[in-house]
């Protein structure tokens, strides 16, 4: 069975940092795309980051220079360095992975369960 787990979500002051894990279990992810959606109140989902299989990445504008995406194969982990956090990035964040095609339309394959970030002003 495939699970996506997310920790490291809470409450920070605007201004703070946060770091976002997810751990991967039930099949090896080193060949899919993995990443992070945030669904903020009232709000559609969004992508915020993504990485591929081979490294490279996209950062949505609103977090290009405050968020750093990493992924470690060999744990089958991903993690989302969060810096200058902002209230607007109060968010539930939700990590997942998935074969390129699945996210085309911003579907990937596999989702974790969701973790609330939120920042205060």
């Known amino acids: 069975q495939v699970q996506l787990v997310e920790s490291g979500g809470g409450l920070v002051q605007a201004g703070g940092s946060l770091t976002l894990s997810c751990i991967a279990s039930?099949?090896?992810?080193?060949?899919?795309?993995m990443g992070w959606f945030r669904r903020a109140p009232g709000k559609e989902r969004e992508l915020v980051v993504r990485?591929?299989?081979?490294?490279?990445?996209y950062y949505a504008d609103s977090v290009k220079g405050r968020f750093i995406i990493s992924r470690d194969n060999a744990k089958n982990t991903v993690s989302l360095q969060m810096n200058s956090l902002k209230p607007v990035d109060t968010a539930v964040y939700f990590c997942?992975?998935?074969?390129?095609?699945?996210?085309?339309?911003?579907?990937?394959?596999?989702w974790g369960q969701g973790t609330q970030v939120t920042v205060s002003s």
């Open positions: 990485i591929w299989s081979d490294g490279s990445t």
């Open positions: 039930g099949r090896t992810f080193s060949s899919y795309s």
């Open positions: 997942a992975a998935g074969g390129s095609s699945s996210w085309l339309f911003g579907q990937p394959d596999y």
